[in-house]
């Protein structure tokens, strides 16, 4: 068959949802499906577009052997809402144009958030004759509400419904999270819900000895949070923890990445020598990282929505033998504490996040067993290999 993946993220930006969708359109291909691409030009997450992308309508590249349409889109990111949903719906509008230009498919799968692609995606199902698929990684508009960073009642009123008519109009909603395929069962009308969870490519992540961390010493005790800089992760309990620390030397805090809060976040951490920000790095650079730190650290803000969420960055974490200190709750934290694969801490609790660290910076033989535990959970359920094959018989298409 042929799939058409229509998302506004894709490589060579790195984040969750780039990684997730190239991996698993590279295991559909495997299985012999064909897979086109529609997506934006590169500029994630600066709300810059990349060099030789600038000032482009369309472009189209092959990546790893799928040929990719790019469209055109107004970069933007940030707190100002106006520009971000001008960024959005310059995205739905132009990739509607790639759709129709490139050969139909049998199945368009579409990515939420952001949300808006669902017109697009009815549009081009309807001019292609061809059923889309409407994947759910983060409930829109609920998410931007719980944040705060949409308030506008009307603007939330006409999310709402174009939510509803997204989950009405597909062939099948997926959603990454028991907890989301849940709420959106719930919608009445709404088309059946399946579990798309994510996964994780094993050849890629793995361990990688020896390893280091660009900048920090072999003989330290460094806890790495690799991803997006942003709203949702709440990184002041980082910084705190790392506050109460500074007495322990040989603990380090890495951060890896980019996003709308690092620069505030610089400035939290200016005074703290125990504190260090690397910019993004390839993914085929990510196994080494974590391979050199004692854990990974993946917090969430303290709210009801994010009790069902299950962040993508565990698991090339636990692919490459590294314990994660999860500070959450809800789905993570029970996996995590079920399979004994990392520590779980309470969501913006700087004091026991210190406690968790420190906890494993005096226990290699612990960070040991429990990077084995979690190696050993990814492979045998979250490989895309089982989690696409899956998915594929519970579509009836394998």
């Avoid at 125990?274 to 391979?291: C, G, K, Q, R, Y």
């Avoid at 490459?320 to 399979?339: F, H, K, M, Q, R």
Wanted: one cysteine or more; a neutral charge; proline letters at 8%.
């Amino acid at each position: 068959m042929r799939f058409l993946i229509l998302t506004q993220y894709f490589p060579p930006e790195v984040g969750a949802p780039q990684v997730r969708l190239l991996a698993m359109a590279k295991e559909l291909r495997r299985r012999g499906h064909e897979v086109d691409v529609v997506t934006a030009m590169p500029n994630y997450p600066r709300g810059e577009v990349f060099p030789g992308y600038e000032r482009r309508w369309l472009a189209r590249e092959v990546v790893d052997g799928m040929n990719v349409t790019r469209t055109w889109i107004y970069p933007a990111t940030g707190p100002d809402v106006l520009k971000r949903l001008v960024s959005y719906w310059s995205f739905a509008f132009s990739a509607l144009w790639g759709c129709l230009g490139v050969p139909r498919p049998d199945y368009i799968f579409v990515e939420s958030p952001p949300l808006f692609l669902g017109v697009t995606a009815w549009l081009a199902s309807a001019l292609c004759r061809a059923p889309y698929i409407f994947n759910v990684s983060d409930l829109w508009p609920e998410s931007a509400v719980s944040l705060g960073i949409v308030t506008n009642r009307t603007l939330i009123a006409l999310a709402e419904r174009l939510e509803r008519f997204s989950y009405r109009h597909a062939f099948r909603v997926c959603a990454v999270t028991d907890g989301i395929r849940g709420t959106i069962a719930s919608v009445p009308g709404a088309a059946p819900v399946l579990l798309l969870p994510n996964g994780v490519d094993l050849d890629t992540f793995r361990r990688i000895e020896p390893a280091r961390i660009d900048g920090v010493s072999d003989s330290t005790a460094a806890f790495v949070f690799a991803g997006t800089h942003g709203y949702a992760q709440g990184l002041d309990v980082i910084v705190e923890a790392a506050r109460r620390l500074v007495t322990r030397p040989e603990i380090r805090f890495v951060l890896v990445g980019d996003g709308p809060d690092k620069a505030r976040l610089r400035g939290l951490a200016h005074d703290l020598p125990n504190v260090s920000f690397l910019d993004p790095v390839p993914v085929t650079a990510m196994p080494e990282i974590f391979s050199a730190a004692r854990a990974s650290i993946v917090p969430l803000r303290k709210l009801e929505l994010f009790k069902g969420a299950r962040p993508s960055k565990i698991l090339p974490s636990l692919a490459s033998e590294t314990p994660v200190i999860y500070a959450g709750e809800g789905e993570t934290a029970d996996l995590i504490e079920t399979n004994q694969c990392g520590l779980v801490v309470p969501p913006e609790c700087p004091e026991k996040l210190a406690e968790a660290v420190v906890r494993l910076a005096d226990d290699p033989a612990l960070v040991r067993r429990m990077g084995l535990q979690g190696r050993r959970l990814v492979a045998e359920k979250y490989s895309w290999e089982n989690i696409v094959g899956h998915w594929l018989t519970e579509m009836q298409l394998q």
